[in-house]
């Protein structure tokens, strides 16, 4: 069983790393919890009774490690992005150093793809806990409702619920907000930032790359968002061509998010 354990881990560790942030947005606390969860999971290791897989468990192990390390930290607000976008405007070294990093970093570009997965990570974290944790597993890491009821010990019918709220308040976030879907969306981020890093490229015709951004009125609000998860589900935070951008990106957003959120 050690052997398993050890080989299931480490085979799984670059996606449970991944989650643990989209749940954090903290790149010190994602590696602390991956390393608590290991210590606790060794040690656990002879409870391990084979009613779910060994994945299923160790995913247990690491949601209620990170559940513990956000129990007591607010909420982001809906208009997280909105906030962190205003405080980047005024910090021109957030944006010597963005440019630093994709000029010069291997996993430096810049691609709207990539921001709408970064997006998707900061409304995320305006949700309730239980629903962004459950919204993660279904949308982004595919376990099936019976799995996801065992990692949060909850019913199967507490987790549909959890979903359905979930996926309705992050489709009205996204209807309202973004506008690759809604022509009257507030927010042009993706298209913006696309300028300041990609001045050469022209930004329609990478929209028109994006299923999501084609035709947006012929699709329904549960088609769209399924979409917009299509794209979460293939992009690695840590390791994908823009990540040591995203993340110094979303390390600026999280610090912004904190003070403000001492204020409120």
């Known amino acids: 069983?050690?052997?398993?354990?050890?080989?299931?881990?480490?085979?799984?560790?670059?996606?449970?790393?991944?989650?643990?942030l989209r749940m954090t947005a903290n790149v010190a606390d994602t590696d602390?919890?991956?390393?608590?969860?290991?210590?606790?999971?060794?040690?656990?290791?002879?409870?391990?009774?084979?009613?779910?897989?060994?994945?299923?468990?160790?995913?247990?192990?690491?949601?209620?490690v990170a559940k513990d390390y956000l129990r007591l930290k607010k909420r982001w607000t809906e208009d997280c992005t909105d906030i962190c976008r205003q405080a980047a405007l005024g910090n021109r070294a957030f944006f010597e150093e963005a440019m630093q990093i994709r000029q010069h970093a291997p996993q430096g570009e810049f691609e709207i793809r990539e921001h709408i997965t970064f997006c998707f990570t900061c409304i995320s974290k305006s949700l309730p806990l239980e629903q962004q944790v459950a919204l993660l597993l279904k949308e982004v890491y595919a376990f099936k409702i019976k799995e996801?009821?065992?990692?949060?010990?909850?019913?199967?019918?507490?987790?549909?619920?959890?979903?359905?709220?979930?996926?309705?308040?992050?489709?009205?976030?996204?209807?309202?907000?973004?506008?690759?879907?809604?022509k009257e969306g507030a927010c042009h981020q993706c298209t913006e930032l696309?300028?300041?890093?990609?001045?050469?490229?022209?930004a329609q015709e990478a929209l028109m790359e994006i299923e999501m951004a084609r035709d947006p009125e012929s699709k329904s609000r549960d088609a769209l968002f399924d979409l917009r998860m299509k794209i979460v589900?293939?992009?690695?935070?840590?390791?994908?061509?823009?990540?040591?951008?995203?993340?110094?990106?979303?390390?600026?957003?999280?610090?912004?998010?904190?003070r403000y959120l001492e204020t409120v």
Not at 154 to 165: D, F, G, N
Not at 194 to 202: A, D, E, T, V
């Open 233 to 258: 589900q293939g992009i690695d935070p840590f390791n994908s061509g823009a990540s040591t951008l995203q993340l110094h990106h979303l390390e600026h957003n999280r610090q912004v998010m904190e």
């Open 194 to 202: 696309n300028g300041i890093f990609n001045p050469k490229q022209n």
């Open 32 to 64: 602390d919890i991956i390393q608590d969860s290991w210590i606790k999971a060794s040690q656990n290791l002879a409870s391990f009774q084979g009613n779910s897989t060994l994945k299923t468990w160790i995913f247990a192990i690491a949601t209620n």
């Open 1 to 20: 069983m050690q052997a398993q354990f050890l080989t299931t881990f480490e085979s799984i560790r670059p996606q449970l790393r991944a989650y643990v």
């Open 148 to 182: 996801i009821g065992e990692i949060m010990d909850i019913s199967e019918a507490m987790t549909k619920y959890y979903l359905h709220t979930a996926r309705t308040k992050m489709s009205d976030i996204f209807e309202k907000r973004c506008a690759l879907i809604n």
